[in-house]
């Protein structure tokens, strides 16, 4: 038997299963996961580990349990959209922890989280002053949300009364020297148009140039490989 | 078209997966001149029944050879130990036909073909 071509292949075969799986199982981020869903994760990718370096036993008991695990993730996925009372049941609920300036001891108590947990997220939502806070809710991820009190909140534009430009997503132009040619017809510009600006700008090919984006204002973000920048002040 | 294609690529890719897990029964088979250790097998017994020692040793060297053609093929979809047992099964065959033990190559030749035949499932 020969061992590293069996893991080789039985690698492959748990890499691109896995990879096919997580991505029917949806785009969510690590910090938007549940604790379920967390742990969920760390069995599957197990099973995926065992398939390829345990070769005491076949690989196809190992890929059935995968597939089995992520199709019941997969139904679990279903249920919880479809049915608010089973996502609570499996995700739990967001638990206030402050209500209207006032530490809710109960609900920390419920939750087995402690004081100094809450005033180190809040730290984390950049509120050092306890008293700024009128509301604060842990979320299912394990993450607190945070309402300041009015007072305390930050001046936006509308309260001032100010009008603003519309600011939408900006378009990549060039990357790694390669012009998207695409991405200029999509804003109906062109090759001779990107030219020019890089000229006037004393770039003479797009070759020299990492990243090239244009926003909605028409404003262009050039970045050059050459940043005639010393290294070793950075 | 793009989304067909990739659901295509997908279900071929997890078909080829589940064909190399699942092929031990397929690849066990004989392909080619040397590797049919079925016949081999039967031949072996023959030989041991009949305590024709000087066939028994043709037979198991034949045997080997064939194993190490089929081992290749199918340790992508069996386990290690059922691998391991079946040498080891054929070294102690080896040895109780060269010391022409009839019990001894019987019980070592129903192990063999109890190894032979599990590694499928």
């Not at chain 1, 939408?168 to 062109?190: A, P, Q, R, W």
């Not at chain 2, 065959?93 to 073909?113: A, D, F, H, P, V």
Request: net charge negative; proline share 1%; with cysteine.
């Amino acid at each position: 038997m020969n061992e590293s071509i069996v893991v080789i292949v039985r690698g492959v075969i748990g890499f691109f299963s896995l990879l096919i799986f997580t991505r029917l199982l949806g785009k969510q981020q690590v910090s938007q996961l549940t604790l379920f869903e967390y742990i969920l994760g760390i069995t599957i990718g197990s099973m995926a580990s065992t398939l390829t370096t345990d070769l005491s036993s076949a690989a196809w008991p190992h890929w059935v349990g995968l597939v089995v695990w992520a199709t019941l993730v997969y139904l679990v996925q279903v249920l919880t959209l479809k049915f608010p009372v089973i996502s609570e049941y499996i995700n739990g609920k967001p638990r206030v922890l402050i209500a209207n300036g006032k530490i809710l001891e109960k609900n920390l108590k419920k939750l087995r989280y402690n004081l100094f947990e809450l005033l180190e997220q809040l730290r984390m939502n950049n509120i050092f002053d306890i008293n700024q806070v009128e509301f604060a809710v842990l979320e299912t991820n394990g993450k607190l949300t945070v309402l300041k009190k009015s007072q305390f909140q930050s001046l936006t534009p509308k309260d001032m009364n100010l009008s603003t430009d519309y600011m939408g997503l900006s378009t990549e132009l060039i990357y790694n020297g390669v012009v998207m040619e695409h991405n200029l017809e999509k804003i109906d510009l062109d090759e001779k148009w990107l030219d020019s600006q890089l000229k006037t700008r004393g770039i003479k090919n797009p070759l020299e140039v990492y990243l090239a984006v244009i926003n909605t204002s028409g404003e262009l973000y050039i970045d050059l490989y050459k940043d005639h920048m010393d290294d070793k002040s950075l | 078209m793009k989304k067909v294609m990739i659901i295509t690529c997908t279900c071929i890719l997890l078909g080829i997966f589940i064909l190399i897990m699942n092929s031990g029964g397929l690849l066990k088979q004989s392909f080619m001149d040397g590797d049919d250790v079925e016949t081999l097998l039967r031949n072996l017994n023959e030989d041991i029944v009949e305590s024709d020692w000087k066939k028994g040793q043709e037979d198991i060297e034949k045997l080997k050879d064939a194993w190490d053609m089929v081992s290749k093929r199918v340790q992508f979809s069996v386990e290690r130990n059922n691998l391991m047992g079946i040498e080891l099964s054929i070294a102690r065959l080896k040895g109780s036909i060269r010391g022409k033990n009839k019990e001894q190559s019987l019980i070592g030749y129903e192990e063999l073909i109890s190894y032979w035949n599990n590694l499928e499932e």
